[in-house]
């Protein structure tokens, strides 16, 4: 019989599937593993729960201040800039702004909260997550203290706490802890 086109023929024996590969072994330099959390994750770790912490009490301080006080900076600004400063045009802006300020103010405080517990058990992408955040928080807190905003004290507490941070997670301590993590998973 002749058939045309691919494929096993009646004369041909049925292919077999080839054998399994043997398991490669890639020999790994010998370390020694940290057996415990390094007092640099651990330091880190509680940084990252005070840095939160200040940020809570930003949202307190938001709370604090309230829409009034957003009230009489918007009609100052609306005054200022030469447009009328309507009752409702004041109570939509101090609105927005009151909201807009208590956003900004949670991100870092739900962030750090919610990433600690990663970077603590030695997960390098929150350690990374947390680096990257903590850069761009410590430039807006950076540009907040140039432009002559509130709370310069609680912004360079805070910009030196990232520093302090991300200097113990990325230090001699803390790289093995971080690398055994990695190649666990």
């Known amino acids: 019989m002749t058939t045309s086109g691919p494929g096993p023929q009646d004369n041909e024996p049925t292919p077999q599937p080839l054998p399994a590969a043997p398991p ?22 509680t940084l990252l729960l005070v840095q939160a912490g200040l ?4 949202v307190v301080l938001v709370l604090a201040i309230g829409r009034k006080g957003f009230e009489k ?9 030469g447009q009328a400063a309507t009752a ?7 609105t927005t702004a009151f909201a807009f300020a208590l956003v900004l103010a949670l991100i870092p405080v739900i962030a750090y909260g919610a990433l600690s517990f990663p970077v603590r058990n030695g997960h390098n992408w929150a ?5 990257i955040f903590a850069v761009v928080h410590a ?3 950076l540009l907040g203290l140039l432009t002559g905003g ?11 706490l990232l520093g302090i941070t991300v ?8 790289k093995p802890y971080f690398d055994k993590q990695r190649l666990a998973s």
């Open 24 to 45: 490669v072994q890639i020999p790994l330099p010998h370390q020694e593993w940290p057996t415990e959390r390094p007092k640099a994750v651990r330091t880190a770790f």
């Open 55 to 58: 940020n809570l009490l930003a």
């Open 73 to 81: 900076v918007i009609r100052d600004g609306l005054v200022e800039s």
């Open 88 to 94: 409702e045009a004041v109570q939509l802006g101090a």
């Open 127 to 131: 350690r990374l997550t947390v680096s």
């Open 139 to 141: 430039v807006l807190l």
């Open 150 to 160: 509130g709370g310069a004290v609680l912004s360079v507490l805070q910009i030196v």
């Open 167 to 174: 200097a113990r997670l990325y230090g001699k301590e803390a």
